[in-house]
């Protein structure tokens, strides 16, 4: 059963363009959330979503960014007019269902770079 | 969601055993306690969680107090592949409103000596 799949891994942008993370939940886990780490500091949680439904995004800045994770296919956090702010780390991680007696399993991460 | 503290950091010996302290003294009833860890430079990994008894499994050992007020994960012997930044972290428990998110501090980085 494989893990939880992100990419890219490593993306460089310049400022003003879009950057767009994708993420493969683990086989069965119709729960996904992500998680942004800017340089040394913590994770902090972006926003939680079920397949075709965003259930808490209050971590996710209003401007620029948006999630979706659709019927098919992986979930997709999008970054527009990127600024240098937005380099970091961006970890997603899926979950079987919501609630915490169900652990979360990280991806590897994409690590965003903004020129 | 609840606060945790923990020391910023700790060092042990290679194949002793370590003891990560969690305060959290504004816990509520439902709120379950959860250890991560995050080696360098990859996602953070699960370790252990627990709600009221100690619990263990094969990576770790969670101890609870009895007024839940604190808790302490035990790695048993320690080996240099658990140097890592060991996040304690309280959640809401299903049916809260929390949906399982994870609120991360700032944990306590673990170095492990040869």
């Known amino acids: 059963n494989a893990g939880v799949m992100q990419n890219p891994r490593h993306l460089v942008r310049r400022r003003g363009q879009e950057a767009r993370l994708r993420c493969s939940p683990m086989k069965g886990h119709s729960h996904v959330y992500w998680y942004r780490q800017l340089p040394e500091e913590g994770l902090k949680f972006m926003v939680y979503?079920?397949?075709?439904?965003?259930?808490?995004e209050s971590g996710m800045p209003k401007e620029r960014f948006s999630a979706e994770f659709p019927k098919e296919g992986p979930s997709i956090l999008r970054i527009q007019q990127v600024v240098r702010g937005d380099s970091a780390a961006y970890f997603c991680a899926s979950s079987p269902s919501s609630g915490s007696v169900h652990e979360q399993f990280f991806g590897p991460g994409t690590r965003l770079t903004v020129l | 969601d609840a606060k945790t503290t923990q020391p910023n950091s700790m060092e042990s010996n290679e194949e002793e055993p370590v003891h990560l302290p969690c305060n959290h003294s504004t816990i509520s009833g439902t709120d379950y306690i959860h250890w991560y860890r995050q080696l360098p430079s990859q996602g953070p990994e699960y370790v252990i969680h627990?709600?009221?008894s100690n619990v263990n499994n094969r990576m770790a050992s969670l101890a609870i107090a009895e007024d839940r007020k604190s808790s302490t994960l035990i790695l048993h012997r320690a080996t240099l592949r658990d140097a890592a930044v060991y996040y304690c972290i309280l959640e809401g428990g299903a049916g809260g409103t929390s949906y399982g998110k994870l609120t991360f501090g700032q944990g306590t980085i673990l170095t492990v000596h040869p």
């Open positions: 627990g709600l009221t």
């Open positions: 979503l079920q397949k075709e439904n965003i259930i808490d």
